[in-house]
């Protein structure tokens, strides 16, 4: 419902005298991608360059964009990992050595080509500023600017459809202006109350390697313990 209400306003936009802000664009997006209070299941399949290619399942929880817990379901060798976002930083329990660490935001998840913020950080209104780059008859093209010291990127440019308001590419770049990584959204699937993208495809633009992630489900009828986002419950 709160999907289709905000469609209604992008589209009532459009063909009326008001035209949306940049960041009611965002805004729309990051709801999309990053809703409240829902599990999910996530297949990771990092791609490198020597042929090797690596799966990963995990299983989140999220209460709201600062509370994210994942649980990673396969390989064998990474099952009952956990990570865990609260607020701004991101902590990882290791069972193997059965510690708890914290760790970056522009870490690798996984091993692959998106960074922990690029699963577990999709706030980005909060670190950048938004304006429009450009704008075609089909598409809007946004560019975000760091705000914040705290933000991941220096710049990213973000691509949305406007009649489904769904995102379609987002570049990364660095404080010189160099492009680091490229994402590509796809297959669009119903998840319950929303639609988003349900195949995502990161690459790295130096090493060429990628990463693709996949949303295998989603589900909103979850009642998630409290305790699920407590550091000292990670590996318990």
Known sequence: ???????????????????????DVVAGVEKNLAPDNFQALYAFTNYRTDGTVMNYEVRFSVKDVDHAHGYFLKPEREKGREILRLGDAIWTFIPGAGRIVRIADRESFAGGDFSNADVLRVDWLKHYKAQFASETEKQWIIDLSANSSDASYAKMRLWVEKKTAQPLQQYFYDSKGTLLKRLLYGSVRDFGKLSRPARLIMENVFTTQKTELKVLDMNFSVNIPENRFFVDRLGK
């Open 1 to 23: 419902m709160e999907r289709l209400a905000f469609l209604f306003l992008l589209t009532a936009s459009v063909v009326g005298a008001t035209t949306p802000t940049a960041s």
